[in-house]
């Protein structure tokens, strides 16, 4: 998949690191002349050096035939603009941009654009490492609105059904892994010890969660 990370700070430098590995052709815009050293000896793609918004910066960096873009720079404005141009003028399939405010994230979200807000998320999974240490989420989506949790059957699961452990629209079973194979059950499905039971679980319900998998003070279940 061809690939442009424009922005190359802490964010941008590690997501075209992970594509390049991943064996994408990844394409890299910065301002900065020195983002070779940056990147590292492993980064195996290209380097454009401009401003990530301009159109003959995005042309030279190949976005008519990108299959992918990402803004990661520090500037919400910039990534909003670059991922317009992106998707609106260029027709890129697959946009994202990083935001700081979660305001706007959400505003532009609703024009169509896939962003990802660092602040919203970051505060988010604090509160829930605070509040939840029972539960720390393996993966977050959209701004941490629902999350995925994983843990072992309890004694007081086993011999239950999925259709015990869910709360529609809130809380749901997305897959189990048993002896070392997942699937995705159905209500019906008995739980069984040693079954690692993956939740999808709506922020706003974490307290009727812990309440359904019966974690009380002290994390004793």
Not at 60 to 79: K, L, V, W
Request: with cysteine; glycine share 10%.
């Amino acid at each position: 998949m061809k690939t442009i990370i424009m922005g190359c700070g802490r964010v941008g430098a590690q997501v075209s690191r992970l594509m390049s590995q991943d064996g994408h052709d990844v394409t890299v815009i910065d301002c900065d002349e020195n983002i070779g050293e940056k990147l590292g000896p492993e980064f195996r793609g290209n380097i454009v050096i401009g401003v990530g918004f301009y159109r003959d910066v995005l042309i030279r960096a190949g976005i008519e035939q990108a299959d992918a873009f990402a803004a990661t720079s520090d500037s919400d404005n910039a990534n909003i603009v670059a991922a317009r141009i992106a998707r609106n003028i260029f027709h890129v399939p697959r946009v994202v941009a990083r935001l700081f405010d979660p305001q706007r994230a959400e505003i532009y979200r609703r024009l169509g654009l896939s962003t990802i807000s660092s602040t919203a998320w970051g505060a988010e999974r604090i509160r829930e490492v605070l509040t939840h240490s029972e539960l720390d989420a393996r993966l977050a989506f959209g701004s941490g609105e629902v999350a995925l949790h994983t843990l072992e059957a309890t004694p007081a699961m086993i011999g239950r059904t999925v259709n015990a452990m869910v709360a529609p629209g809130e809380i749901c079973v997305a897959a189990i892994t048993r002896k070392d194979k997942a699937f995705i059950p159905v209500l019906g499905t008995e739980i069984r010890a040693g079954d690692m039971l993956h939740f999808a679980v709506l922020a706003a319900a974490m307290d009727r969660f812990e309440q359904l998998l019966g974690i009380g003070e002290g994390g004793q279940r």
